[in-house]
């Protein structure tokens, strides 16, 4: 078992073992939502909010071990299989940090919510942003539009633009630090939103250059 695989295991056993020392002292309805002012706006049962992140986190890793190998194009994912592990390793310490700060509110800790996870989506976009730009074509990690999958050239474009656009999104979610809550998740779900669409568009007129 390699190193990778050892932080996600500890990590999920970690995330349920949390769930065990907290469960006594967790009020019956645990505040599970936040609304974009960072205030309370969703409950959920103290079962449901303790256990899906664990749930959750055991289902993914199986998925990340699993789909490499199912890939069609898996000989690609050896090619850049560090880069994939320390992807999957920062998607599960985000996971478990987010989950760390809900048991922290739940248990009465007074901060705000979304100025805490600002450090942690902007270090997840400049990892994604630096790990995109060495994919290979694949199914399992990466901007997978019709025109990506079809050809190696319109992949590497894509994901040469993707890497600087994630960094840059990082950059600029750190700068939304020193704003409101409000402005904080416009950037974070506007940017993403607008970079999703903009490299599909983008994936699409590589495509056709290539095939004019």
């Known amino acids: 078992m390699n190193k990778e695989a050892i932080i996600v295991a500890v990590v999920v056993l970690y995330s349920f073992i949390l769930a065990g020392i907290v469960w006594g002292i967790m009020p019956p309805m645990m505040a599970s939502h936040w609304n ?41 994912i050896v090619k850049f299989e560090d880069v994939y592990k320390k992807t999957v390793v920062a998607i599960f310490a985000f996971l478990f940090y987010v989950y760390i700060l809900t048991i922290a ?20 976009f400049f990892i994604l942003g630096q790990a995109l730009k060495k994919t ?9 539009t019709p025109w990506t999958m079809s050809s190696d050239r319109v992949w590497k474009k894509t994901h ?3 890497s600087k656009i994630f960094t840059w999104l990082g950059t600029l979610t750190l ?32 495509f056709r250059k290539e095939n004019r």
């Open 36 to 76: 974009v002012a960072g205030e309370v706006d969703g409950f959920a049962p103290k079962a449901l909010a303790l256990l899906a992140m664990p749930v959750l986190g055991l289902a993914l890793a199986g998925l990340f071990w699993l789909l490499p190998r199912l890939d069609p194009l898996k000989e690609n």
């Open 105 to 124: 509110w739940n248990l009465g800790y007074s901060f705000s919510l979304p100025k805490f996870f600002v450090p942690a989506f902007a270090a997840l």
């Open 136 to 144: 290979k074509r694949n199914w399992v990690l990466g901007i997978r």
């Open 160 to 162: 040469d633009a993707a």
């Open 175 to 206: 700068a939304s630090l020193f704003f409101r809550p409000e402005i904080i998740f416009a950037v974070i779900i506007g940017g993403t939103l607008i970079a999703a669409l903009y490299l599909f568009a983008y994936s699409y007129l590589e």
